[in-house]
Structures are given as C-alpha cells and as structure tokens.
C-alpha cells in the first residue's frame, strides 16, 4: 500500500500520459485495456476506502475532461 501523495503523483502521472495515448491508440480497446490496468493498479495499492474513492474521483475528473463518456466506480 502507498501513502495518499504517492497515490495523488501516480494519478498525475496518469492524467498527465492520458491525452498523448489517446491520440497514440489506433482504436478505443486498446487505450482502455492500458487505462484500466494503471487506473486498477492505482485502487488497489489505495490503503483505505478513502483513498481508494480519492483515486476514483480524480480519475473520473480527468476522464470528464478528456470528454471520455466511461466512468471508473468507486471502491
């Protein structure tokens, strides 16, 4: 498990590679077959049903952003 400022750099880190894999992957299955497993990896090393929620709600801000209609579910 990693503390919340490790959690908060992983998804910064995510959001911040998000926009150039959009544009990279030819089609939609492959940008969330590599989305899905960094958003997984980032909820399960989340140490508590706070941080874990924590991780959600960002990513889904980002998503909304991006304007991509899928959403991540909360812990």
């Not at 049903?49 to 991509?68: P, S, W």
Request: charged residues 40%.
């Amino acid at each position: 498990m990693v503390e919340k400022r490790q959690l908060e750099a992983m998804v910064s880190e995510l959001e911040r590679h998000m926009p150039r894999m959009l544009r990279d992957y030819d089609d939609e299955d492959g940008f969330w077959l590599w989305f899905s497993g960094e958003a997984d990896s980032m909820r399960r090393n989340a140490d508590s049903r706070e941080d874990r929620t924590y991780v959600c709600d960002r990513i889904n801000q980002m998503l909304r952003r991006a304007g991509v209609g899928r959403e991540v579910p909360d812990a």
